[in-house]
């Protein structure tokens, strides 16, 4: 009798089982109805229930679709404006103290560019100096040209390059044994000891020009001018005291400046009118940047980036602060009263985060270039600066950051011979842009623009709103305080008040939009009522779509190891 047994590997009875189960378990479609028949949304359950024909879970599957697409289409439009539009300006404090907010920069430039006694006395210089022998009447004529420096007006263009060849041979500085332009202009400019007679602050009378004091001169594109209330560097790189402030309100409590109109001293006016022009800026800036109008809309500004307001004929001052340049021009003769109301915007640290395309603006300590006193001003002028170093190999002598900004490379205060330059160029610097916008019929008028991304308004600045008056100076005839005691007449000075309107101004701030919570929670009412879902949906999805994912897995390894297995050895033993 011959005895046959089968040996066969272990668990060989076993595999069949395990992969049935796995496969039955790995259905995908039951594993999917079994989601839809449990899922805590709501209308899912109708496409698993058994009782329901073809036809109306084809329409329930129809009408989930519907409610996803415009799920998704409203989602995409929300988060499209969030993004657009991430900050938002709110009314913070309606009674912010004006103490607060700090009293805007001031300048002073008298409309005549030239001092005619400094012009006759330069002239006697330089008939003296001169080879053939020219008198001074003639040289006299020839320092008129100087002006030209100003407006970069050309006509005699073969004259100022004779006349400025004769300036390069004849009257050269002594530290570089060259022609300086700078250096002339600043003895031809009219002085500010001369134009302020009496200076107030809050009613009681200071020294107007003592150093580092009250007013001092600075080089603007008016000239050299007076000013008042500069912070930052001047251009000793002297670091001045804190700015003034006011805490109190009215024409007597401001800055009330006596100014003497000085007519038979007019030599080079620009505008052909006799008097002082008062700029003022809304922010504390340098002076020789002519403050551009910081709002933050506009991405075209117009005009120098210290646009200012006039006020009437006789001298010039120059209010100069972070935000657009108010110029007044104030008539002799005249009292003008220029009221000044402020606007104070705060940007949380929020919104630092954020780019600076995205917020349209810039936190002062942001850029270090400009230090901690970034503004708008400063941003243009470096750019324009720049730009006609580029284009004319020089500076126009009233920018006092002519060094800085140079470097190492040595550079040349524009003179005659640079007139032409200049004025093929003005219009493009006096027009500057921080966005290119595409809008028909000014594509010219963008091209020849001055582009400059960065400049960006400040994120937290003051605005100021001027509102100017002006009555006719009388004689005082008052025996106690007047500004005008002493003065016999009074049809050649002026006197300016500058003050805060009132004692409490509107303070805004500027903060993100939405918060992540904000969006969280719109987001997820959205998907309530579109789609009927929660976070609680979200979960169930998660771990449906994990459990296919390991069955998936657990199904393929097992399958693998079944083909990688060797075949079990039959043998047949008697």
Known sequence: MTAVTTVSTPGRDDPPQTRGRLQE??????????????ITAHCYRQLAQKDRSIWERL?????????????????ISAWGKFTANPLITTLHDTIYPIVLVPFPAI????????????????????????????????????????????????????????????????????????????????????????????CFWKSIELPCMLRNDMIEVRRTQYGFCCTFNFIGHNEDNEIHPPSYVLDVTGPEMGLVLLLNGSSNDYFYNLFNNIGFNVRHSLSSC??????????????????????????SSGSRACVITTGGVNEQFVHLGTETFIRVDAITIKSEPDVLR???????????????????NYGRSNC?????????????????????????MAGSKSVTTCNLQHIACLSKYKIKWSTVITDIVQIPGLEKEMEESLYCPECLPSCSDSKYQITASELPLIRSRRDGFSVTAGIENVADVAVVRI????????????????????????????????????????????YFAGRQLVLVFATRSWSARLRTRPKPNLELLE
Request: glycine share 4%; net charge neutral.
């Open 25 to 38: 378990r790995h259905r995908f479609t039951e594993e999917l109805f079994r989601l839809f028949d449990s």
């Open 59 to 75: 329409f329930w599957l129809l009408m989930l679709i519907l409610e996803a697409a415009t799920l998704v289409a409203i989602i």
């Open 107 to 198: 300048s002073l430039c008298n409309n005549n560019r030239i001092s005619r006694t400094a012009a006759v006395r330069y002239a006697r210089q330089l008939a003296d100096r001169d080879a053939e022998r020219r008198n001074a009447s003639f040289f006299l004529e020839q320092i008129a040209l100087l002006g030209k420096l100003y407006d970069f007006d050309y006509e005699n263009l073969h004259q100022m390059t004779k006349f400025q060849e004769f300036l390069d041979l004849n009257d050269v500085s002594n530290g570089t044994g060259m022609y300086n332009a700078l250096e002339t202009l600043a003895k031809l400019s009219p002085r500010c000891e001369d134009m302020l007679l009496r």
């Open 286 to 311: 340098p002076t020789h940047t002519l403050a551009t109008d910081e709002s933050r809309t506009p991405p075209v500004t117009t005009n120098d980036p210290s646009r200012s307001l006039p006020l």
């Open 354 to 372: 954020y780019s600076r395309q995205k917020r349209q603006c810039v936190f002062r300590n942001e850029l270090p270039k400009y230090g901690a």
């Open 380 to 404: 243009v002028a470096a750019c324009r600066l720049r730009s006609v170093m580029a284009l004319c190999d020089c500076v126009p002598f009233y920018m006092p950051t002519a060094g800085a």
């Open 499 to 542: 003050f805060f309107g009132q004692p409490e101004t509107w303070m805004y701030k500027q903060n993100v939009a939405y918060y992540w919570f904000e969006i969280f929670s719109n987001f997820g009412g959205m998907c309530g009522i579109m789609a009927g879902m929660s976070l609680i949906t979200v979960m169930e999805v998660v």
